[in-house]
Nanobody
Framework: QVQLVESGGGLVQPGGSLRLSCTAS????????MGWYRQAPGKQRELVAR???????NYADSVKGRFTISRDNGKNTVYLQMNSLKPEDTAVYYC????????????????WGQGTQVTVSS
């Protein structure tokens, strides 16, 4: 079984910064990618940022230039540094990971964290 444990959410004023962390644990032989999604009240869950095993990244247009995703492969941990936060960044942020549980596994398995609340308000 694989678990994703998130930390780092909280309340911050507009223009402030927060750093989210997510660690994947369990019977993982390799991680294809890890990323962050967010869901605001009344809205669909959306991709914020994702980082692949080779180091390439994807970002939502709304966070480009403000958020940075990084990864510690040895610890199966992904970070999201969020700067210049805006009220519209308020949401529950979910960690997502696509992993292989065995070298013989066809395809991969996807897991989600429990979510961490980020609130940007004065």
């Amino acid at each position: 079984q694989v678990q994703l444990v998130e930390s780092g959410g909280g309340l911050v004023q507009p223009g402030g910064s927060l750093r989210l962390s997510c660690t994947a644990s369990g019977s993982i032989v390799s991680v294809n990618f890890m990323g962050w999604y967010r869901q605001a009240p009344g809205k669909q869950r959306e991709l914020v940022a994702r980082i692949f095993s080779i180091g390439s990244t994807n970002y939502a247009d709304s966070v480009k230039g403000r958020f940075t995703i990084s990864r510690d492969n040895g610890k199966n941990t992904v970070y999201l540094q969020m700067n210049s936060l805006k009220p519209e960044d308020t949401a529950v942020y979910y960690c997502n990971a696509d992993v292989k549980l065995s070298w013989y596994q066809r395809g991969s398995s996807e897991y989600w964290g429990q979510g961490t609340q980020v609130t940007v308000s004065s």
